[in-house]
Nanobody
Framework: VQLQASGGGLVQAGGSLRLSCAASGRTFSSFATGWFRQAPGKEREFVAAVTWTGGPTYYADSVKGRSTISRDNAKNTVYLQMNSLKPEDTAVYYC???????????????????WGQGTQVTVSS
């Protein structure tokens, strides 16, 4: 499966963005999908994930309550709605997909063999 992330940009603190991850290739609806982010000089970190059925969903503590992950399998797209953005949310955001999903491993980037290119999110203070 090929993934294409989009929707990043420059936003002021407190603003919102909706990231999209469009998939092509194999049946996307059979893949769990996650969002990760990587800031300069930092490790890639888990943000959110959703199973192939649209639920349950998983969130990092840093974004819980401010972000919502959802999917539309008819459009082969997963979304990450991010609200109340903070400067520390600034990073390159990546979407990733896996056909092997476990609640224990959802947070681990090595769980996901399929990755899209990143989309830059910059939050100004």
């Amino acid at each position: 499966v090929q993934l294409q992330a989009s929707g990043g940009g420059l936003v002021q603190a407190g603003g919102s963005l909706r990231l999209s991850c469009a998939a092509s290739g194999r049946t996307f609806s059979s893949f769990a999908t996650g969002w990760f982010r990587q800031a300069p000089g930092k490790e890639r970190e888990f943000v959110a994930a959703v199973t192939w059925t649209g639920g349950p969903t998983y969130y990092a503590d840093s974004v819980k309550g401010r972000s919502t992950i959802s999917r539309d399998n008819a459009k082969n797209t997963v979304y990450l709605q991010m609200n109340s953005l903070k400067p520390e949310d600034t990073a390159v955001y990546y979407c990733a997909a896996t056909g092997i999903f476990s609640a224990k491993t959802v947070y681990n980037p090595t769980t996901y063999p399929n990755w899209g290119q990143g989309t830059q999110v910059t939050v100004s203070s």
